[in-house]
C-alpha cells in the first residue's frame, strides 16, 4: 500500500474543515498526486443500466421492489450490445453493465453478453449486486474484468437499517457484503466499493471510518457521491422531514425519522449530502489510495449539472461514466429524482462528457484504463 497514512481523527479533521484556503491545500494535494499516479487521462466507461427489477428493498433506492408506481423493463441482449458499440464507436475502454438485484436476469445470459463484449476488445465491468459464487465465476470466465459492490457504509447497525435482508441466507448482510468483496479480488476481478455521503444518520466518525475501510480492501475503484433523497423511499421522506426541521432536538428528529419508516437515532454531527463534502471525500480517497480509480459521479453531476462533474475532475477523480442506456429505459432507473442525463441521447450523453473533461484541462483516456494494467486485472 503506497497509500497517505491519516488517522481517523485527521480524517474527520478534514471532512469537517470549511476554511476554503485549508481546503484548497488539500485538493491541490488530491490533484498533484492524481497526476503523479494516474496521469491527465480521464477515463470513459459506458454505463448500461440492464434492468431495474429489484428483489431488495433498501430504505434509498428509488428501484426498491415494493415501489408499484414505476415500469420495470429488462434490456434484450441487443440493446445492451448497442450501448457496447456505441461505447467502442465513441473510443471508451470500458462498458459497465448495471442492474438491479434481478434474478430472473439469467446468469448464462450475462455470460452470453459478456462475451459479446469482449469481441468488441472492451473491458467489462459488472455491477449486479449480490448473486451466487457461481455466477460471479462464471461470469468471469466469460471475460469480465470487474465487479463493483458498494458497501454503502461501514457503520454495521445503520447498514443494516438500510439494507433490508431477503429471507436469512439469500442477502449477504454486511460481513457477507465485505466478505463478497474478497471472494471476488480471488476470483481475479478488479474491485470497486464505495459509499453514499450525507445518508441520515451517518456521523463523522462514520465517513471517516469508510474511508480507512477503502484503504484497508485496497480497493482498485471507489465510487462515491452524495445521498440525495428519493421522496418515494423511507429514507429519502426522513431525509426531507428532517430538512424541515433542521432546529429540532435529537429525539424529535429521531421520532420524525421512525415516523417516516427509517427507525435509527440521528447523531449530533449528521453529515451533510453536499457536494463539498463529495469533494473532500474524492481528495481523502485520493491521498488514501493514490493510484486508484475515482469517478466523478452521476450523483455528483446531478446535485450541480454546471460544476458538479467538472469539480469532482478537479479535486482527484479521474473517471467519468456517460451513460449508454437507451434513451426510453433512462427514466425508469430512478434511483433517485432528476437523474443527470435521463433525457440526453448517447451522442449528448458522449459531447457532454468530453466537453467537461476538456474544461477541467484533462485528456479523454485511451485504453481499458484499469488500475492493474491489463484488462485481465491482477493474473
Ligand atoms: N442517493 C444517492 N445515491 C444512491 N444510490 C442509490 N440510491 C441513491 C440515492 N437515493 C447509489 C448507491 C448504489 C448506487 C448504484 O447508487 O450507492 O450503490
Redesign the pocket.
Known amino acids: 500500500m503506497n497509500g497517505t497514512a491519516l488517522t481517523e481523527n485527521e480524517i474527520i479533521a478534514w471532512l469537517r474543515e470549511e476554511d476554503p484556503q485549508k481546503l484548497e491545500v488539500l485538493f491541490r494535494k488530491a490533484d498533484l498526486l492524481r497526476r503523479q499516479h494516474v496521469g491527465e487521462a480521464v477515463h470513459l466507461r459506458g454505463l448500461v443500466e440492464i434492468s431495474n427489477i429489484c428483489r431488495r428493498n433498501c430504505l434509498?433506492?428509488?428501484v426498491r421492489a415494493s415501489r408499484s408506481n414505476i415500469k420495470r423493463y429488462r434490456l434484450a441482449a441487443e440493446e445492451v450490445l448497442e450501448g457496447a458499440r456505441l461505447a467502442a464507436d465513441f473510443g471508451y475502454g470500458t462498458v459497465v453493465i448495471?442492474g438491479g438485484e434481478d434474478f430472473s436476469l439469467d446468469a448464462v445470459f450475462v455470460a452470453g453478453i459478456v462475451r459479446e463484449i469482449k469481441k468488441l476488445g472492451l473491458a467489462v465491468t459488472l455491477s449486479l449486486g449480490e448473486r451466487p459464487e457461481a455466477d460471479w465465476r462464471l461470469w468471469r470466465e466469460a471475460g469480465a474484468d470487474r465487479y463493483l459492490i458498494?458497501f454503502?457504509t461501514s457503520n454495521r447497525s445503520l447498514f443494516d437499517v438500510i439494507h433490508p435482508r431477503v429471507g436469512k441466507k439469500d442477502s449477504f448482510g454486511f460481513d457477507g457484503r465485505l466478505g463478497s468483496l474478497l471472494t471476488l479480488r480471488g476470483m481475479g476481478y478488479e474491485i470497486g466499493s464505495?459509499v453514499?455521503i450525507g445518508i441520515p444518520g451517518q456521523s463523522y466518525r462514520d465517513l471517516a471510518r469508510d474511508l480507512i475501510l477503502f484503504q484497508l480492501l485496497d480497493l482498485d475503484m471507489i465510487g462515491t457521491?452524495?445521498?440525495?433523497a428519493?421522496p418515494e423511499?423511507p429514507l429519502?421522506k426522513a431525509a426531507l422531514a428532517l430538512a424541515a426541521a433542521p432546529d429540532a432536538p435529537l429525539e424529535e428528529k429521531w421520532k420524525l425519522a421512525a415516523d417516516a419508516g427509517f427507525d435509527y437515532p440521528i447523531p449530533d454531527d449528521q453529515v451533510p449530502s453536499s457536494n463539498l463534502m463529495a469533494f473532500k471525500v474524492i481528495a481523502l480517497t485520493r491521498l488514501l489510495l493514490p493510484d486508484s480509480n475515482i469517478p466523478s459521479t452521476t450523483?455528483i453531476a446531478t446535485n450541480d449539472a454546471v460544476h458538479g462533474r467538472v469539480t469532482g475532475l478537479m479535486s482527484g477523480a479521474n473517471v467519468v461514466m456517460p451513460n449508454l442506456t437507451p434513451t426510453k429505459y433512462r427514466a425508469m432507473y430512478e434511483?433517485?429524482p432528476n437523474k443527470s442525463a435521463t433525457f440526453d441521447s448517447p451522442e449528448e450523453t458522449h459531447r457532454k462528457a468530453i466537453e467537461q473533461i476538456r474544461e477541467a484541462g484533462r485528456t479523454p483516456g485511451t485504453g481499458p484504463g484499469g488500475r492493474r494494467g491489463s484488462p485481465r486485472g491482477r493474473f
Open positions: 434509498y433506492c428509488g448495471q458498494r454503502e464505495g453514499m457521491g452524495p445521498f440525495l428519493h423511499t429519502g450523483a434511483i433517485y
